[in-house]
């Protein structure tokens, strides 16, 4: 495989180039995307940092707005960018969970399970909504971003058979997420019988909207990663080998290890360098 040839016009974010197949873009995706070409990328394949749930420790870090409508915002603005950058059949594929309101508490205290759920901040309670009120995030990101001209074309819920337990007891145990498949166009390049699956008289069958999927943990990383088998499907159906993947946020490269194994290229940014170090050890060990 040719190595990517893709250059932002502003040099003055550092690159990391990791074999032939990724290469990774240390920065703010607010400030990186701008400056890459337009209809450049078949897919958007990525899982931006949830709003209020984790605290990454980088000044002005999306997901941390105190405000949800800043956050929502903020990703309007980062996919915006990316719409320009894909071709015209292209899509996104984005990953995003919801969040309670905090109960206007100030901070979370670590949790031997996750030691990335302790955080030195918490957003408080969103005008509109009570303590305990699931704010619906996935759907308002969702709306906005069909407002801002995308076509919104499926929501996919990733059930999660493993997920970790909640000490919760006046609701269910939260055990999925969402993947919106968004288009930039009214066509656009889908491949169904990539992703097929088997129905119960053994043949195959369209791909349906709940996909289970065991959450995959990552040791070099103390948060969140994309399941590889997630971004698999993700891929497979929306691209060719050879076809050029971005994801705006890296974060342990997920997304760069499943092109690397199906031969397509990606471009990654990921404003964390301690992040970019981890993707870059993870990919590299591929080859």
């Not at 996919?79 to 071709?87: A, D, G, P, S, V």
């Not at 055990?175 to 889908?190: G, I, P």
């Not at 491949?191 to 349906?208: D, F, H, T």
């Not at 891929?235 to 993947?245: D, F, G, P, R």
Request: proline share 7%; hydrophobic share 30%.
């Amino acid at each position: 495989m040719e190595a990517l040839k893709i250059k932002p016009k502003n040099e003055k974010f550092d690159s990391i180039q990791i074999g032939n197949s990724t290469t990774l873009y240390v920065g703010d995706s607010r400030e990186v995307l701008p400056s890459l070409p337009n209809n450049t990328f078949q897919s958007c394949i990525s899982s931006p940092p949830y709003w209020g749930l984790r605290d990454y420790g980088i000044e002005n870090q999306i997901g941390a707005e105190q405000l949800i409508d800043n956050y929502i915002d903020d990703l309007v603005k980062v996919f915006r960018e990316i719409k320009r950058t894909l071709k015209e059949d292209g899509t996104l594929w984005l990953n995003i969970g919801d969040s309670y309101t905090s109960g206007n508490r100030k901070w979370r205290d670590s949790d031997k399970k996750n030691p990335a759920r302790a955080m030195s901040y918490r957003p408080p309670t969103p005008k509109g909504l009570k303590p305990k009120d699931l704010i619906g995030v996935p759907w308002k990101i969702a709306f906005a971003l069909q407002k801002d001209g995308w076509y919104l074309r499926s929501d996919i819920i990733w059930n999660k058979p493993n997920c970790q337990p909640e000490s919760v007891k006046d609701r269910p145990t939260r055990s999925h997420e969402y993947v919106f498949l968004f288009s930039k166009s009214k066509r656009y390049y889908y491949n169904a019988e990539a992703i097929k699956e088997p129905s119960v008289n053994g043949k195959l069958k369209n791909r349906r909207t709940v996909w289970n999927i065991n959450t995959s943990p990552f040791k070099d990383a103390h948060f969140a990663v994309f399941p590889p088998e997630l971004v698999k499907l993700c891929l497979l159906a929306s691209t060719k080998e050879n076809s050029v993947v971005i994801d705006p946020f890296f974060g342990s490269g997920t997304v760069g290890e499943v092109c690397s194994y199906f031969q397509r290229k990606c471009i990654g940014i990921e404003i964390n360098p301690e992040y970019a170090k981890i993707s870059k050890k993870r990919i590299t060990n591929l080859f």
